[in-house]
């Protein structure tokens, strides 16, 4: 786990001030109960989320997504292969500025039912590190930040936790951040972080770096100490020093097995002749594009991006999946002895989806839903320490 180096203001379990609530209280141990936590997940994609909590033992009661292929892998997946329909999520396949959260609050929390939790990623690509200059920074997307605040403030959960990129915490991006944490103080909200978090500290078999918050309301008793989890996995030198952690996952996890048979979401890309060729002559194992010998016109002055076309090394974590996870153009997601771009089952495994969870919408649509998602074992991980800190228990 790694802070951040920018301390936004009334986080990090620095006091309140202006009378605010009091930091997260770090308590004793005490019984645990098995009362099952309500959730509800905000730009929900996919499910990342959303499958995670229900590993741990979290009912997501309610999910909210505007993207048609994104609802479709959700309905199927995440209601129609609910074990118990009743139980199953209502999902509000619209834009979250059309739907009104006191809409939300009537439906699932008038009659007493205790929200939870809210769960969500607000779309991120404002804030992506791709972005160069001041690239993103009227991005209409990062607005989307302070409509998830809406429904926090209005279902008032007892726990909020957010993820996005670590661009959000880059200076021309500082005033979406400390208007978030002004709304949560105001709201009565204690943060804690944010916190950098990267995936293959807990298991998952890519290097994804990501940020978390987590809210806590002010009359909530969390047991701080749980909060972040602490990592599970690291290279070799920090195997050495602390022999309690696993090796990291390398990506031939990934490619180990081949997909179910039938799997519709056992295909790839189809290149050129001309590309299958560069990719036959990039080295295996790890191979960049320049090892090929292609040399393309826009890399005439300068090397360009080394990762373009590259191959996955098998012997180390993946490369962070993102929305064009599917595409050799857009990173080094080159099979990593194949003449092609990784599968979308294999960008799935990636992100550590079970292989029977099928993506909707054809290549680009899927590939997109995979890099926007939270790595589900990194969010059980997540969930569990969430839980935890309330006192539930999250195996029972």
Known sequence: MDKSSFSPPDSDHQPCPDGGPPSAVIVAPRQTTLAPLNAVDLFAGAGGFSAAASKVGIRVVAAVEMDKFACATYRGNLIGGSGDPDAAPRLYATDILALEPEALREAHFADGATCDLVLGGPPCQGFSVHRINDAGVGDPRNKLLLRYFKFVKCLQPRIFLMENVPGLLWPRHR???QDFLRESRHAGYRIL???RLDARDYG????????????????VTFDAAAWPPPATHGDAKACAE??????????AAVFGLPAPEG???????NHSPELVRVFEATPLNGGSRRNSGRVLPCHDDHN???????RIDPAAPGPTMTTACINPSKGRFVHPTEPHGITVRQAARFQTFPDTFVFKGGLMAAGAQIGNAVPVLLGEVLLRAVSRGLGVDPDA
């Open 204 to 219: 998952v078999p890519q290097r994804r770096k990501r940020i978390f918050l987590l809210g806590i309301r002010g009359d």
């Open 175 to 177: 005033d979406f951040l």
């Open 263 to 269: 799997d519709e979401n056992d295909l790839h890309m």
């Open 304 to 310: 360009g991006h080394s990762d373009v076309y590259g």
């Open 193 to 195: 972080g944010p916190d």
């Open 242 to 251: 602390d022999p309690s952690l696993n090796p990291w996952i390398s990506a």
